[in-house]
T-cell receptor, first 112, second 114 residues
Framework: DAGITQSPRHKVTETGTPVTLRCHQT?????MYWYRQDPGHGLRLIHY???????DKGEVSDGYSVSRSKTEDFLLTLESATSSQTSVYFC???????????FGPGTRLTVT | KQEVTQIPAALSVPEGENLVLNCSFT??????LQWFRQDPGKGLTSLLL?????REQTSGRLNASLDKSSGRSTLYIAASQPGDSATYLC?????????????FGKGTHLIIQP
């Protein structure tokens, strides 16, 4: 599993509440990613990080922010959750010179 | 913008058959291509990464081929088993190989009948 954990694994929240998802890796890899997976859309990149305090937007970044204050942790925040953000969220890391990506177990988020 | 397509979307075959999953991409200037497996309710498991300079990559009963000029990759599964049942995804990084995240196909849902 490449030493990636995500927390929480499941969460139900109400529209308008803030939510923070955490990704933790144990191997000090530089690159980390947040994706969401939805039926009919597949996996899409939300944000990524190429080092501490260095982040950038992906394809579907609206409504999300990220932070990376330590190499091992990459946080995804929904400032005000909406029903359209109901999804499964995956964290990933990039390993080695060829950039092979490894994924965490996912967080299932339901916004009611 | 890179687009990745996987055909078929679903496939059901009896155990023991050899099968081929297809992946096509619109921008042939890829750095590499990665195949993943996803079991229901689980994360993605990396199966194979094939570099742009390679034509094939093998791992056990799996063989991935890459033809950049035609924008295609195939994943060949030999002697399929019920445990191979899963969704198979292919993905490519952005042009130039930057670490900006992968573009995924929507996957092939594979069922191997015992």
């Amino acid at each position: 599993d490449a030493g990636i954990t995500q927390s929480p694994r499941h969460k139900v929240t109400e529209t308008g509440t803030p939510v923070t998802l955490r990704c933790h890796q144990t191997e000090n890899h530089r690159y980390m990613y947040w994706y969401r997976q939805d039926p009919g859309h597949g996996l899409r990149l939300i944000h990524y990080s190429y080092g501490v305090k260095d982040t950038d937007k992906g394809e579907v970044s609206d409504g999300y922010s990220v932070s990376r204050s330590k190499t091992e942790d990459f946080l995804l925040t929904l400032e005000s959750a909406t029903s359209s953000q109901t999804s499964v969220y995956f964290c990933a890391i990039s390993v080695g010179v060829h950039g092979e990506q490894y994924f965490g177990p996912g967080t299932r988020l339901t916004v009611t | 913008k890179q687009e990745v397509t996987q055909i078929p979307a679903a496939l059901s075959v009896p155990e023991g058959e050899n099968l081929v999953l297809n992946c096509s991409f619109t921008d042939s200037a890829i750095y590499n291509l990665q195949w993943f497996r996803q079991d229901p309710g689980k994360g993605l498991t990396s199966l194979l990464l094939i570099q742009s300079s390679q034509r094939e990559q093998t791992s056990g009963r799996l063989n991935a081929s890459l033809d950049k000029s035609s924008g295609r990759s195939t994943l060949y599964i030999a002697a399929s088993q019920p445990g191979d049942s899963a969704t198979y995804l292919c993905a490519v990084p952005p042009r130039g190989g930057g670490a900006d995240g992968l573009t995924f196909g929507k996957g092939t849902h594979l069922i191997i009948q015992p």
